[in-house]
């Protein structure tokens, strides 16, 4: 019954500690049998086997803490609502599916390693298709039904970072869905598309969560997105949009990834990114210095 259902930071929390701790246990054993290797060469690792949990682990621990990160939102919003988030049964069958979703998507990064066994290549091509639809449900979906719901919506630096953080993940999801198909997977992996797609969850996503968080954490009564906060939160908005998209764009003209060298006709993007990323350098200075500015004083 919805009244005897555990609130939805609960759900989440139990679900990401869930994956996040199995995550961890096979990263730990792939280090432990690399170090064993180092020092014992006779003692072999089989080389596909520590790359998929190497992955896996990965995979599973950025998404933890992103997931992670969603908490607050669960959380905080309310606050700035007057309305309750509830744990309903489409709620937790959605985080059950995540569950299941974040463990099982991680070989859409292997599509390019031949000697993996075509279930396991096939799992996670399809895993990568319906990986957002939760995601989307979930939260990003669920956040728009509640603050429409919501009879007013009060707007500071912490709700609006919050709610750009939910709106940041969500849209990083979809390159990252199409660089989970095989055709595109085999021509834009390794090419900028993909720092593009997880800097969008970073920047825009998990971080701007932690800096909403980070803001509620100071908050003062009445205080709404305006002057300084709200100048800084606009000036992180654009150069982390402007940022990840240079790489996008990057990637969408074929420009690798993990090169040691740049080449020149590639300096454009970057030098681009360049200044966008002084925006966002800028915005979180405000960000921090006005959190130290206001936890020193109590």
Do not use: C
């Amino acid at each position: 019954r919805a009244e005897e259902a555990p609130p939805p930071a609960v759900v989440a929390a139990m679900a990401s500690s869930l994956f996040n701790t199995l995550g961890i246990v096979v990263g730990a054993a792939v280090l432990v049998a690399s170090i064993v290797n180092l020092a014992f060469p006779g003692f072999a690792v089989d080389a596909i086997l520590a790359k998929n949990m190497i992955f896996f682990f990965g995979h599973v621990f950025i998404n933890a803490a992103i997931y992670m990160a969603v908490i607050a939102v669960y959380e905080i919003v309310p606050e700035y609502t007057g309305k309750p988030w509830k744990t309903t049964r489409v709620f937790a069958i959605a985080w059950s599916v995540v569950l299941v979703f974040v463990m099982a998507v991680y070989p859409h990064h292997l599509l390019q390693d031949l000697p993996m066994p075509t279930w396991a290549m096939a799992m996670g091509q399809v895993v990568s298709y319906f990986s957002g639809i939760p995601l989307i449900a979930v939260t990003a979906f669920s956040l728009l039904v509640y603050l429409r719901q919501a009879k007013a919506m009060r707007w500071d630096l912490a709700s609006a970072l919050l709610v750009l953080g939910v709106a940041g993940w969500t849209i990083g999801s979809a390159p990252a869905i199409l660089d989970g198909m095989i055709m595109v997977n085999k021509v834009m992996h390794n090419t900028q598309w993909v720092p593009g797609h997880f800097h969008i969850y970073l920047i825009l996503g998990e971080v701007a969560m932690a800096f909403g968080f980070m803001a509620w954490l100071v908050r003062r009564e009445g205080e709404a997105l305006a002057g300084l906060n709200g100048a800084a939160f606009w000036v992180y908005l654009a150069g982390g949009a402007g940022f990840v998209l240079m790489f996008l764009v990057s990637g969408a003209l074929s420009v690798p990834r993990r090169w040691a060298a740049h080449l020149p006709e590639w300096h454009l993007q970057a030098q681009i990114a360049s200044a966008f990323a002084a925006l966002v350098i800028l915005g979180v200075s405000v960000f921090v210095l006005r959190y130290l500015a206001r936890l020193g004083r109590g």
